[in-house]
């Protein structure tokens, strides 16, 4: 789908134009039309599917604060019964020969760690808050804006016709994702094992007692098939082994789902065009292995950083200026490296099967459990707070 026809000024309808209607690019639209501006969002139809959305989004204080602001944060699940956000209170990590590392909400003095989002109750809120806000107009096609914003993911077709370089590094794992139903209650906890080289996160869903949980699996390539393949039975017992069952027997609650994991970036995030500025935003800039949970977070924080340097740009300069948006890409690239670096280097190293490595990193593990200072600093990161 090429960019639009170069318009006039005075013709043009929309200051912005944002091509994909995700959680990233909804928010951007609601922070964009607070700014008055007038906010083209390009929503391709999905194609319906049988299989329900497995995935769920752990947020930090930060893109809570955020989503809160635009009035995107699901409360409680539309028409739903059960709360559509839950709060981690607590995080247990788990090596592979007894390296533990653990982070409580009481001991940060704070509310919640994170917060485990539903994301089709998420998406819904969110195009709800779109709906209510007349400075933004749903549109089937692209259309001519002083500034197109990119937010269609990771195989973003417009990035690929600008040709703004993609790098990719495939890693040899791919995610298998499901929800399951314990025996008993997760209690607010979100908790995590590396073994064998692999990665296995149960996030707690339907509120602080709740009996339901999404399984990201981080597995080899050639395993996730053969997981994808067996019935349900078979593979809630290998989570239920895998976790030294924690949370008791287990069901899977519908089929699992798979997709390969990589270490992307873009290597430049925004561009000039006849037809205006161009900026990356979300997945269509960088992706990264999800063991830390920062995926979502990130990309709303790209869009908080967007959204701030329009808002402090000069009155006289143009929204596609380029130096304006070289603002936004030099705050961003350093940030999201950094991210991108340290979940590339845990990924690396629970994947060596060493032994010498293996008993350094679980001793790691404990030690930075009992070491205040450095814990404190890390879960605050984690928690997207500078304290």
């Not at 922070?31 to 007038?38: I, Q, Y």
Request: net charge neutral; glycine share 10%; charged share 20%.
């Amino acid at each position: 789908m090429a960019l639009p026809s170069p318009t006039s000024a005075v013709s043009r309808r929309f200051d912005v134009c944002i091509r994909g209607a995700g959680v990233v690019g909804q928010t951007l639209a609601l922070l964009l039309a607070r700014e008055r501006l007038k906010v083209a969002l390009v929503a391709a139809p999905r194609p319906a599917s049988p299989v329900p959305d497995v995935r769920a989004y752990a947020l930090n204080t930060a893109a809570r604060h955020l989503l809160q602001s635009v009035r995107g944060w699901p409360e409680e699940a539309e028409g739903e019964a059960r709360p559509a956000v839950t709060p981690v209170t607590r995080m247990e990590v788990h090596g592979d020969d007894g390296g533990d590392l653990s982070f409580s909400a009481q001991d940060q003095g704070v509310e919640a760690l994170n917060w485990i989002a539903d994301v089709p109750a998420l998406e819904k809120r969110l195009a709800n808050a779109v709906g209510f806000q007349g400075g933004i107009e749903r549109v089937a096609e692209p259309v001519p804006a002083a500034l197109t914003v990119v937010c269609e993911g990771r195989r973003s077709s417009t990035r690929a016709e600008l040709g703004l370089d993609y790098e990719v590094r495939p890693y040899p794992h791919k995610a298998i994702a499901a929800r399951l139903t314990t025996e008993r209650p997760h209690g607010g906890v979100a908790r995590q094992w590396f073994t064998r080289g692999e990665i296995l996160a149960l996030l707690p869903l339907d509120g602080a007692q709740g009996n339901s949980v999404a399984l990201v699996w981080s597995v080899p390539v050639q395993q996730s098939g053969d997981w994808l393949a067996a019935d349900g039975p078979a593979l809630a017992q290998a989570v239920q082994e895998t976790s030294g069952s924690a949370l008791g027997a287990m069901t899977l609650q519908g089929p699992a789902q798979a997709w390969p994991l990589e270490l992307s970036r873009a290597r430049r995030w925004i561009a000039q065009t006849p037809r205006g500025g161009v900026v990356l935003a979300g997945d269509a800039a960088h992706a990264m292995h999800p063991l830390a949970g920062q995926g979502l977070n990130v990309g709303l924080g790209d869009v908080a950083e967007l959204a701030r340097v329009i808002h402090e740009r000069e009155f006289w300069r143009e929204l596609g200026d380029l130096r304006l948006l070289r603002r936004y890409e030099r705050a961003r690239q350093a940030e999201v490296g950094a991210m991108g670096w340290l979940t590339d280097g845990l990924f690396g190293l629970f994947g060596q099967t060493d032994p010498r490595v293996q008993a350094l990193r679980n001793w790691g593990m404990s030690g930075v459990d009992r070491l205040g200072p450095l814990k404190h600093w890390l879960a605050r990161k984690a928690m997207g707070s500078v304290a």
